[in-house]
Structure formats: C-alpha cells, structure tokens
C-alpha cells in the first residue's frame, strides 16, 4: 500500500467535493491516472480475455464472460485476483485514498472488482446496463456507506453509452432491492425507480482520460449502448469502509442470501464469510498512524 506522493495529494477530495458527493451521490475525479497506467491495465485486460492468469480462482463467476456468448456486453469478476496489472490498478493509491476521503472512513478494503468491456454498434437487447443500485446486490453487507469507483480505460463521450446516475437518489428509500443490472428498457424501468415523486434527473458522466468517478452504493445507474466505432471499456472497483462485515440475511421466503466473496473468502470464529480477509478484500487504504 502505497502513499501518494506529495504533488499528488492536492489532487484529493476538497471538502467541497466531499459535500458534493455527500448531497449527489456520485463525484467525478481530476486525472488521477496516467496514459501509461491506463495502458498498463489495459493490457492487463487483454491478458485476461486471451486466458492468461497469474492466478487462478477457486471457482468461475457465473456471470463471466466467455466468447462463446459472443459480442454482447463483456462482464467479467475478481479479475485484480487473476492479473497482475489489474492489481495494480486495483491497489493504485489515489483511487483508495479519494474514496476514504469522499467516503470518510479512516480505511478502505477491496469488496470485489468486474471488468466492464461495452462492445460498439451492438442491440440495446445486449449492451445495456438496467437502472441499478450496488447495494441490492450486496445483500449480507452490514455497511450503507460502501462505494464505487468506475475507472474507464479511454476518454468516455456521449455516445459511448456512458455510466449514467440518477442525481441524489443514494437518499431515496427502498433502494436496496433495484436489480435491474440486466433489464435493457430503461424508460420501461424509470417508472418503476422514481421515489415518492422525486424528480428523476440522469447525469451522464463523460470523462476524459485518467479520470475515475466514485459513486455511493445507494445510488441508481445505468449506462444506455454503446453508439460509437470503438469499445467502451473500465473497471468497476468495489469498495467497503471500514465498518463493513458480513451479516446472515435471508430474503422474504425465508431463504438464506449470498455474495461470491462467501465462496472465497476466510471463515471467522462463528463460521460466516470474513469480509476482511486479506487475500480477497485487502485493505487499499489506511490513514497513516502518527
């Protein structure tokens, strides 16, 4: 775990910034990344869909793509747990240290990590990401304050079918259960999302390169396809704040729910998934002690 350097650190969170995430629920970053280190996770990424592995997980996600699904939205899990370079991108210290920071928690731990590659000039049916929250799938999670950092590989414009919020829903109640991820007809979803008549207002977030944006685990998004003649593809890191931990829950007919970390992660003295364990969810950040 890496400190950033010096000349870096003005490149944090103001608390302005801080404020705005806390009253949006997303916040777009200035260019933490270099072209080079971008390059370097990309190549990562090209590793890993030629079946390269510097390592190998227990079990395969069964949302994985493969290519005999063919060119339709790629999502691909733990890849940081598999290639070398997406460690690395994983572990990048700015991305830890804004999140903690936008996030106020003294420590961040990686939760889990996909590989998002939106293939251009595709049908709705099969490059749309639906209305979602991250928290409706992060069922056994005690934390309401985890967050997200989407990092793009490329500059994202608008035609790109870019990650798209809806503004200040992370305040909205009854988000927890939104698991639209693959349901395409977003109009069809919006009625379905609005809360108590709240005004829905999508915000696209367009970025140019080395840019990340962080969103709250509460926060509706989706992203539309992707219209361009290129590939839209980033990482979506996952993470949790300090006091994270797994909780046994069960769903409304009594049967008992589950993230792939309660696969590959440790047990703890009472038999339950450890969310701190250090090979699957390693701490990202820490404030340094004095």
């Known amino acids: 775990m890496t400190m950033p350097t010096d000349d870096r650190l003005a490149l944090l969170p103001s608390e302005a910034d801080i404020a705005h995430y806390e009253e949006h629920g997303w916040w777009i970053s200035p260019k933490l990344l270099?072209?080079?280190?971008?390059?370097?996770?990309?190549?990562?990424?090209?590793?890993?869909?030629?079946?390269?592995?510097?390592?190998?997980?227990?079990?395969?996600?069964?949302?994985?793509?493969?290519?005999?699904?063919?060119?339709?939205?790629?999502?691909?899990?733990?890849?940081?747990?598999?290639?070398?370079?997406?460690?690395?991108?994983?572990?990048?210290?700015?991305?830890?240290?804004?999140?903690?920071?936008?996030?106020?928690?003294?420590?961040?731990?990686?939760?889990?990590?996909?590989?998002?590659?939106?293939?251009?000039?595709?049908?709705?049916?099969?490059?749309?990401?639906?209305?979602?929250?991250?928290?409706?799938?992060?069922?056994?999670?005690?934390?309401?304050?985890?967050?997200?950092?989407?990092?793009?590989?490329?500059?994202?414009?608008?035609?790109?079918?870019?990650?798209?919020?809806?503004?200040?829903?992370?305040?909205?109640?009854?988000?927890?259960?939104?698991?639209?991820?693959?349901?395409?007809?977003l109009d069809a979803i919006t009625a379905r999302i609005a809360s108590d008549g709240a005004e829905l207002v999508p915000i696209r977030l367009l970025m140019e390169l080395g840019q990340v944006s962080f969103h709250h685990c509460r926060t509706i998004h989706g992203s539309p396809p992707n219209l361009s003649d290129r590939p839209r593809a980033a990482l979506a890191l996952h993470m949790q704040d300090a006091t994270n931990r797994y909780v046994p829950t069960v769903d409304d007919h009594g049967n008992r729910q589950s993230h792939l970390n309660d696969f590959l992660c440790r047990t703890d003295e009472s038999g339950n998934p450890d969310y701190t364990d250090p090979d699957v969810c390693p701490v990202l950040w820490e404030e340094p002690h004095e």
Not at 47 to 59: N, W
Not at 149 to 174: E, K
């Open 34 to 185: 270099s072209a080079e280190e971008i390059d370097e996770a990309w190549f990562g990424a090209e590793r890993y869909y030629s079946g390269e592995r510097d390592a190998v997980l227990p079990f395969e996600a069964g949302t994985d793509w493969t290519e005999q699904r063919g060119n339709i939205l790629r999502q691909n899990d733990y890849v940081s747990l598999q290639i070398e370079q997406l460690w690395t991108l994983v572990h990048h210290p700015m991305i830890a240290a804004t999140a903690a920071r936008l996030a106020r928690t003294p420590s961040v731990r990686l939760f889990h990590d996909q590989l998002i590659n939106k293939p251009p000039q595709v049908s709705h049916e099969v490059s749309t990401v639906g209305w979602h929250t991250d928290i409706a799938y992060w069922k056994t999670c005690s934390s309401r304050e985890m967050i997200s950092a989407w990092i793009p590989f490329q500059t994202v414009t608008a035609d790109m079918g870019p990650m798209t919020v809806i503004d200040r829903s992370h305040r909205w109640p009854r988000n927890d259960r939104l698991e639209f991820f693959h349901e395409w007809d």
